[in-house]
DNA sequence: AAGTCGGGGTC
DNA sequence: GACCCAGACTT
């Protein structure tokens, strides 16, 4: 083992974040928690983490749920989809294969959560390669863009002999996440800062992506029928959630003559994600359906807020009333 | 290789 | 506002 290794192993001994899943050897809760912590910030990821478990504490209790009531603990944490990989996992397999090839055909589990799981879990020697490591190695090793495959290759050849590989792959993260940051990294705190070709210029490693956030003009028409709001089982963009019919403004004619009414606005709601800005025009009308409760479904933020702007407008006395606001 | 999917913290 | 986050999946 090169000194730099030994010198990361030290520092994570010393400085890990006490964070919920550490330690943590039971399969299914590494997943658990590997899952949450896709593209989603350590915080908010740990809270879902106690919520979800605590509801679903293990494999079987999840296949046992339902899709629905896996998509309401998970309501708010974005990335519907991954619950749903998570719920079908839970019912395609007794209980999780110990190696990485195994893992990774599962549903859900990509590169890193594979990687991820088959070495804290299960010990297998497979480099985990996530955003963190990657800006650490690109920054070790003063490298601009590397490829995914050759990163991995790079991480791979990195793994120490006689360490235990799960502890490695979360001290490589650990530096990353406190110490190598994307912006203002503490190059003068660094374990490795001896050993860092990259830390002269570490905005360099790695290049930053470009990506920018197209508007898009939707318009969600908000039906209040003799029980409730109509919602429906929502597609694409939201997979699995509930939510008011949500179509560009084009459709708008042929939705009101499908449902026979003739909606007026109620006002307007701003919604951004990843890579889009949302630019909702809220729509209402009473139905002559029968329509439901809709704080009782999975509802992505989005939905929260056009039904906050609607229904003080449109509802009669008590039919849906909101919740606590 | 690029586009898509959420939400929230942070500057 | 913009950027980013313990990514995966589809095309």
Redesign the pocket.
């Known amino acids: 083992m090169e000194a730099w290794q030994k010198a990361l192993l030290a520092w994570y001994r010393e400085n890990a974040?006490p964070?919920p899943?550490?330690g943590e050897k039971d399969p299914y809760r590494v997943l658990v928690?590997?899952v949450l912590?896709?593209?989603?910030?350590?915080?908010?990821?740990a809270l879902y983490y106690r919520r979800f478990l605590e509801r679903f504490p293990t494999l079987k209790a999840l296949a046992a749920a339902s899709l629905e009531e896996v998509l309401r603990v998970w309501q708010?944490?974005?990335?519907?989809?991954?619950a749903e990989?998570l719920h079908r996992l839970a019912r395609s397999v007794e209980e999780l294969p110990p190696s990485f090839a195994e893992l990774r055909k599962?549903?859900?589990?990509?590169?890193?959560?594979?990687a991820?799981v088959a070495s804290i879990a299960f010990g297998e020697r497979v480099a985990a390669v996530?955003?963190?490591v990657r800006?650490v190695l690109s920054r070790l090793f003063a490298r601009e863009s590397p490829?995914?495959k050759e990163l991995f290759a790079l991480a791979q050849g990195l793994l120490p002999e006689g360490v235990d590989p799960g502890v490695w792959n979360?001290a490589l993260?650990?530096l990353?996440?406190t110490v190598c940051l994307?912006?203002r990294p503490r190059c003068g705190t660094c374990p490795l800062g001896a050993f860092c070709r990259g830390k002269e210029a570490p905005g360099r490693y790695p290049a930053?992506?470009?990506?920018?956030?197209?508007e898009e003009r939707l318009v969600a028409l908000v039906l209040l029928g003799r029980k409730g709001v109509h919602l429906e089982r929502l597609e694409?963009?939201?997979?699995g959630?509930y939510g008011v019919p949500l179509f560009p403004p084009e459709e708008l004619p042929g939705r009101e003559a499908a449902f026979g009414v003739r909606s007026r606005p109620l006002g307007e709601v701003?919604?951004?994600?990843?890579?889009?800005?949302l630019l909702v025009e809220v729509r209402g009308a009473l139905w002559e359906g029968e329509g439901e409760d809709p704080w009782r479904r999975p509802l992505?933020?989005?939905m929260e807020k056009v039904l906050r702007k609607a229904l003080p407008l449109l509802a009669h006395a008590g039919v849906v009333p909101l919740p606590d606001a």
Request: charged share 30%; hydrophobic share 30%; aromatic share 8%.
């Open positions: 974040r964070l899943w550490r928690s590997e912590l896709q593209q989603t910030r350590v915080e908010q990821a708010g944490a974005g990335y519907y989809r991954r990989h599962l549903p859900g589990l990509g590169p890193y959560t594979a991820a996530d955003g963190n800006r490829k995914e979360q993260m650990e990353g996440a994307p912006k930053p992506r470009k990506r920018w956030a197209k694409g963009r939201f997979q959630l701003r919604h951004a994600l990843t890579h889009r800005r992505p933020k989005l």
